[in-house]
């Protein structure tokens, strides 16, 4: 049997043990209620970067269409530059030029003008008279002001 000073030591033991079960538990709650908060804190974080990382592949996405957009831009100028370049080219070959300017080279079929009437000629500068002549022996033509190259003729495709 044990004496009452016995029982009230065992008793102030167990009390010192359940105290410090308490204490232990209460720092336990402490570290829980920090951990929680830092795990709520690092959760918004991550749904934060998640919405950044998301933004960033969103407008990575646009980025990539307007540079599609900006190289096929690109390319319509290309095309419609080269296209005035031909358009200009084709011009050039087929306007009238003045007689006193500029002449063709011997030889060369023509369309030349008085500027009323058009005639398929050649040009001879061996001739001092009229050095417009017309194919297939025609007469001389007089009074030349204008003439221009013949156009190409077409190619099969």
């Not at 030889?107 to 030349?112: D, I, K, M, Q, S």
Request: charged share 35%; hydrophobic share 35%; with cysteine.
């Amino acid at each position: 049997m044990q004496t009452i000073e016995e029982y009230k030591e065992y008793t102030k033991q167990l009390e010192d043990e359940v105290k410090q079960w308490h204490d232990a538990f209460d720092a336990s709650q402490v570290q829980v209620k920090e951990l929680t908060k830092e795990n709520l804190r690092l959760e918004r974080e991550r749904v934060e970067q998640n919405s950044i990382i998301e933004t960033c592949a969103n407008e990575l996405e646009e980025l990539r269409l307007h540079e599609v957009e900006w190289d096929l831009a690109k390319a319509r100028i290309k095309v419609i530059e080269n296209m005035a370049t031909e358009i200009a080219k084709l011009k050039e070959a087929q306007r009238w030029r003045k007689c006193s300017e500029e002449l063709p080279e011997d030889g060369a079929e023509v369309l030349a003008t008085d500027g009323e009437e058009i005639w398929l000629c050649h040009k001879d500068t061996m001739c001092d008279d009229s050095p417009w002549f017309q194919p297939d022996g025609l007469p001389h033509i007089e009074g030349v002001t204008h003439w221009k190259p013949l156009p190409s003729a077409p190619k099969e495709e």
